[in-house]
Every structure is written in C-alpha cells, then in structure tokens.
C-alpha cells in the first residue's frame, strides 16, 4: 500500500521524551545506542541541559513503550 493510501502511517514521526538520570557523554551515547538499536529508530537526539531526547522513527516498527523499555533497560527513567 502506498503511503498516500495508507494515510501516511508509515512516514516518520518524531516524540520528544523528557529522561531523568542522564548526566554526562557516556548517559548520552548510552541512551542513543539503546534508541539506535530498535527497529524503525532512525534518529536519536539528546539534549543533556533539558534531559530531552528526540526520537525520530517509523510508527509502524516502533513506538513509545519500545522506547521507554529501551531507555530504562539503559538505566535511565522516562518521566
């Protein structure tokens, strides 16, 4: 199905997630290698100032309990 077709579902979305616990280089790369490692997750961006980190991915691969188990299983806590 095409993406018109199909509402576009498949197209990438974005979702900014506020994470407690990251406070350094080595808590970023850890959360992005957790992010980068799931199906669908084509960008990860964190921002250690605000504790944010931008989840760039295809809806139908993945979604927000992927990315929170993800991010605790790393040992961090999604607010």
Not at 33 to 49: P, W
Not at 54 to 64: D, F, M, R, S
Not at 69 to 74: G, L, Q, R, V
Request: net charge negative; with cysteine.
């Amino acid at each position: 199905m095409c993406s018109h077709c199909s509402g576009g579902i498949d197209q990438p979305r974005e979702l900014t997630l506020k994470v407690a616990g990251m406070s350094c280089q080595h808590c970023q790369q850890a959360v992005i290698k957790a992010l980068m490692g799931l199906d669908g997750v084509q960008d990860v961006q964190v921002d250690l100032k605000e504790g944010l980190v931008k989840v760039v991915y295809n809806p139908i691969e993945a979604g927000l309990p992927d990315f929170k188990e993800a991010i605790e299983d790393a040992g961090y806590e999604v607010l």
